[in-house]
């Protein structure tokens, strides 16, 4: 995109950055010069990707600066009255809502990547194919959040974006053959996409388009697959701090909407699209055995036990690790009546919502996905609530959420409440202690166990020095925390 636009002459400035409205300013173009304002506009973000000094430099302002997209073009050249404008920026496009991208820290051989997606463009002979042709070349940036699988935003020359995410190793070398288990995610958010197909708007489930999985592992070293970027608006505090109070309960019924959405898909049709080499145990001889089959609990006790043990041979074991888990296998309920699908890792940063309205338009990382009991779904997005205020507090600077405030356990009382009604059905008929309320404690205590084994295991890949994420080291250390805190509620008679 070029423009030209005439302006006054100004003399002896030569360096001039333009901000490219929507809509022209009806009162024409002003001049901000950054050396004499408080603060500058735009960011000092802009400085640094244009590698550029604030000092200096002026600002034409052609449209409102409250308009949501709008892209910033460096002046190469005044001419008397005009202005020959060039290179234009389009990822500062998005400026006041870039998302959280570093340098890459988990290195991944980009030529091989940019032929694998030139070769694949070019053999996109049929019409009908779902897949994009990818335009070389390309930028790749890593997202600041994954801690077990790196997850990179890939642009192409077109500007067009998408998001890579990939095992952090080869599968020879993984502790676990069952973990970053990112071919079980490609094939989960390609099942859900089918079965949106044939239900109702309230029943659908979003999430992004998948592209393509990736399971050579000749062609970047690692299993990987690539998916659509959803453009959207992230929410970090689970207290929902940075939304005006009087939209609150708006975002909880969407996000309570959505999380019934994911109990309430009709799992018989979804294990028709899970392949049996990534979903053995979901397969329909499998299924039919069901009722006399471990429950969720029980699995996930047996697959957490191994994990840190695993685990406990490169960092310290978790405290109290026993006494968890036998009170969570004392008390854990029967499965529902219907294979419910549960998301895994259901929490308000792994929900992408609308710029501009309370509603959930993609539902993200989907690795522990599996079929089990949604109390764990509710108890992991509430978690905040259940910590004390000095732990929200480190993690989220300004938080008043805690298990010590009363108002706490009043809305996540009212929380579940809203997300039975949005149901409509009982987990298990003739069962009735069997729904959020009565199995919140157990669901907070089993909530923090596994909080405890994750956080044990970015303390191994810390140590091992595989660890994906800018933030790893903190979590790492919060297991240690996290397991007198566990120990301390069961030993409560608390109930909402």
Same mark, same amino acid.
């Given at each position: 995109?070029? /423009? @030209?636009?005439?302006?006054? #002459?100004?003399?002896?400035?030569?360096?001039?950055?333009?901000?490219?409205?929507?809509?022209?300013?009806?009162?024409?173009?002003?001049?901000?010069?950054?050396?004499?304002?408080?603060?500058?506009?735009?960011?000092?973000?802009?400085?640094?990707?244009?590698?550029?000094?604030?000092?200096?430099?002026?600002?034409?302002?052609?449209?409102?600066?409250?308009?949501? @997209?709008?892209?910033?073009?460096?002046? /190469? #050249?005044?001419?008397?009255?005009?202005?020959?404008?060039?290179?234009? /920026?389009?990822?500062?496009?998005?400026?006041?809502?870039?998302?959280?991208?570093?340098?890459?820290?988990?290195?991944?051989?980009? #030529?091989?990547?940019?032929?694998?997606?030139?070769?694949?463009?070019?053999?996109?002979? #049929?019409?009908?194919?779902?897949?994009?042709?990818?335009?070389?070349?390309?930028?790749?940036?890593?997202?600041?959040?994954?801690?077990?699988?790196?997850?990179?935003?890939?642009?192409?020359?077109?500007?067009?974006?998408?998001?890579?995410?990939?095992?952090?190793?080869?599968?020879?070398?993984?502790?676990?053959?069952?973990?970053?288990?990112?071919? @079980?995610?490609?094939?989960?958010?390609?099942g859900i996409a089918e079965c949106n197909k044939s239900v109702e708007k309230s029943r659908k489930v979003p999430v992004p388009e998948v592209l393509f999985l990736c399971e050579d592992e000749s062609v970047l070293g690692v299993v990987f697959y690539m998916m659509e970027y959803v453009e959207g608006r992230s929410i970090k505090q689970p207290d929902l701090r940075e939304i005006p109070e009087s939209q609150h309960m708006e975002y909880w019924k969407s996000i309570m909407e959505t999380i019934a959405a994911i109990h309430s898909v009709d799992c018989s049709k979804l294990v028709k699209f899970l392949p049996a080499k990534h979903f053995p145990q979901f397969q329909?001889?499998?299924?039919?055995? @069901?009722?006399?089959?471990?429950?969720?609990?029980?699995?996930?006790?047996?697959t957490l036990t191994a994990v840190q043990a695993s685990q406990a041979k490169t960092v310290d074991e978790i405290p109290g690790f026993g006494q968890l888990i036998k009170w969570v296998l004392d008390h854990s309920p029967k499965d529902p009546d219907k294979l419910t699908l549960i998301h895994g890792d259901c929490k308000i940063d792994n929900f992408l919502f609308h710029k501009e309205k309370p509603e959930v338009i993609a539902v993200l990382d989907w690795e522990l996905c599996t079929m089990g009991h949604p109390i764990f779904d509710l108890a992991n997005f509430l978690q905040p609530y259940m910590f004390p205020k000095s732990l929200n507090r480190a993690i989220l600077p300004g938080a008043t959420i805690g298990i010590e405030n009363p108002a706490s356990a009043l809305h996540v009382e009212q929380v579940l409440q809203l997300y039975e009604s949005i149901l409509g059905h009982k987990w298990r008929a003739g069962d009735a202690t069997n729904n959020p309320r009565d199995l919140w404690k157990l669901g907070s205590v089993f909530g923090l166990l596994r909080l405890c084994v994750i956080s044990q295991g970015v303390a191994m890949r810390v140590k091992k020095g595989s660890a994906s994420s800018a933030s790893a080291t903190a979590i790492a250390g919060l297991y240690k925390n996290l397991s007198p805190l566990a120990l301390d509620l069961i030993k409560k008679e608390q109930k909402l």
């Amino acid at each position: 995109m070029l /423009l @030209r636009c005439t302006i006054p #002459q100004i003399s002896g400035q030569s360096n001039i950055l333009v901000e490219c409205g929507v809509t022209a300013c009806p009162a024409g173009p002003r001049f901000i010069d950054f050396s004499k304002q408080p603060r500058c506009n735009p960011s000092p973000f802009i400085y640094h990707l244009m590698k550029l000094s604030v000092a200096r430099f002026f600002f034409i302002s052609f449209g409102s600066l409250a308009l949501k @997209r709008f892209c910033f073009l460096h002046c /190469l #050249q005044i001419s008397a009255r005009i202005l020959s404008w060039a290179i234009l /920026l389009p990822r500062i496009s998005k400026m006041s809502e870039m998302p959280e991208i570093s340098e890459i820290r988990n290195p991944l051989d980009e #030529q091989k990547l940019a032929d694998y997606l030139d070769n694949m463009s070019l053999s996109l002979s #049929q019409p009908d194919s779902h897949l994009p042709r990818f335009c070389k070349p390309y930028e790749i940036k890593q997202f600041t959040f994954g801690q077990s699988n790196p997850t990179y935003l890939v642009t192409d020359s077109l500007g067009a974006e998408y998001v890579l995410r990939r095992k952090p190793m080869p599968i020879s070398k993984l502790v676990s053959k069952s973990a970053h288990a990112i071919e @079980r995610e490609f094939f989960m958010l390609k099942g859900i996409a089918e079965c949106n197909k044939s239900v109702e708007k309230s029943r659908k489930v979003p999430v992004p388009e998948v592209l393509f999985l990736c399971e050579d592992e000749s062609v970047l070293g690692v299993v990987f697959y690539m998916m659509e970027y959803v453009e959207g608006r992230s929410i970090k505090q689970p207290d929902l701090r940075e939304i005006p109070e009087s939209q609150h309960m708006e975002y909880w019924k969407s996000i309570m909407e959505t999380i019934a959405a994911i109990h309430s898909v009709d799992c018989s049709k979804l294990v028709k699209f899970l392949p049996a080499k990534h979903f053995p145990q979901f397969q329909s001889e499998r299924l039919e055995n @069901r009722q006399n089959s471990p429950s969720y609990f029980e699995r996930q006790i047996k697959t957490l036990t191994a994990v840190q043990a695993s685990q406990a041979k490169t960092v310290d074991e978790i405290p109290g690790f026993g006494q968890l888990i036998k009170w969570v296998l004392d008390h854990s309920p029967k499965d529902p009546d219907k294979l419910t699908l549960i998301h895994g890792d259901c929490k308000i940063d792994n929900f992408l919502f609308h710029k501009e309205k309370p509603e959930v338009i993609a539902v993200l990382d989907w690795e522990l996905c599996t079929m089990g009991h949604p109390i764990f779904d509710l108890a992991n997005f509430l978690q905040p609530y259940m910590f004390p205020k000095s732990l929200n507090r480190a993690i989220l600077p300004g938080a008043t959420i805690g298990i010590e405030n009363p108002a706490s356990a009043l809305h996540v009382e009212q929380v579940l409440q809203l997300y039975e009604s949005i149901l409509g059905h009982k987990w298990r008929a003739g069962d009735a202690t069997n729904n959020p309320r009565d199995l919140w404690k157990l669901g907070s205590v089993f909530g923090l166990l596994r909080l405890c084994v994750i956080s044990q295991g970015v303390a191994m890949r810390v140590k091992k020095g595989s660890a994906s994420s800018a933030s790893a080291t903190a979590i790492a250390g919060l297991y240690k925390n996290l397991s007198p805190l566990a120990l301390d509620l069961i030993k409560k008679e608390q109930k909402l």
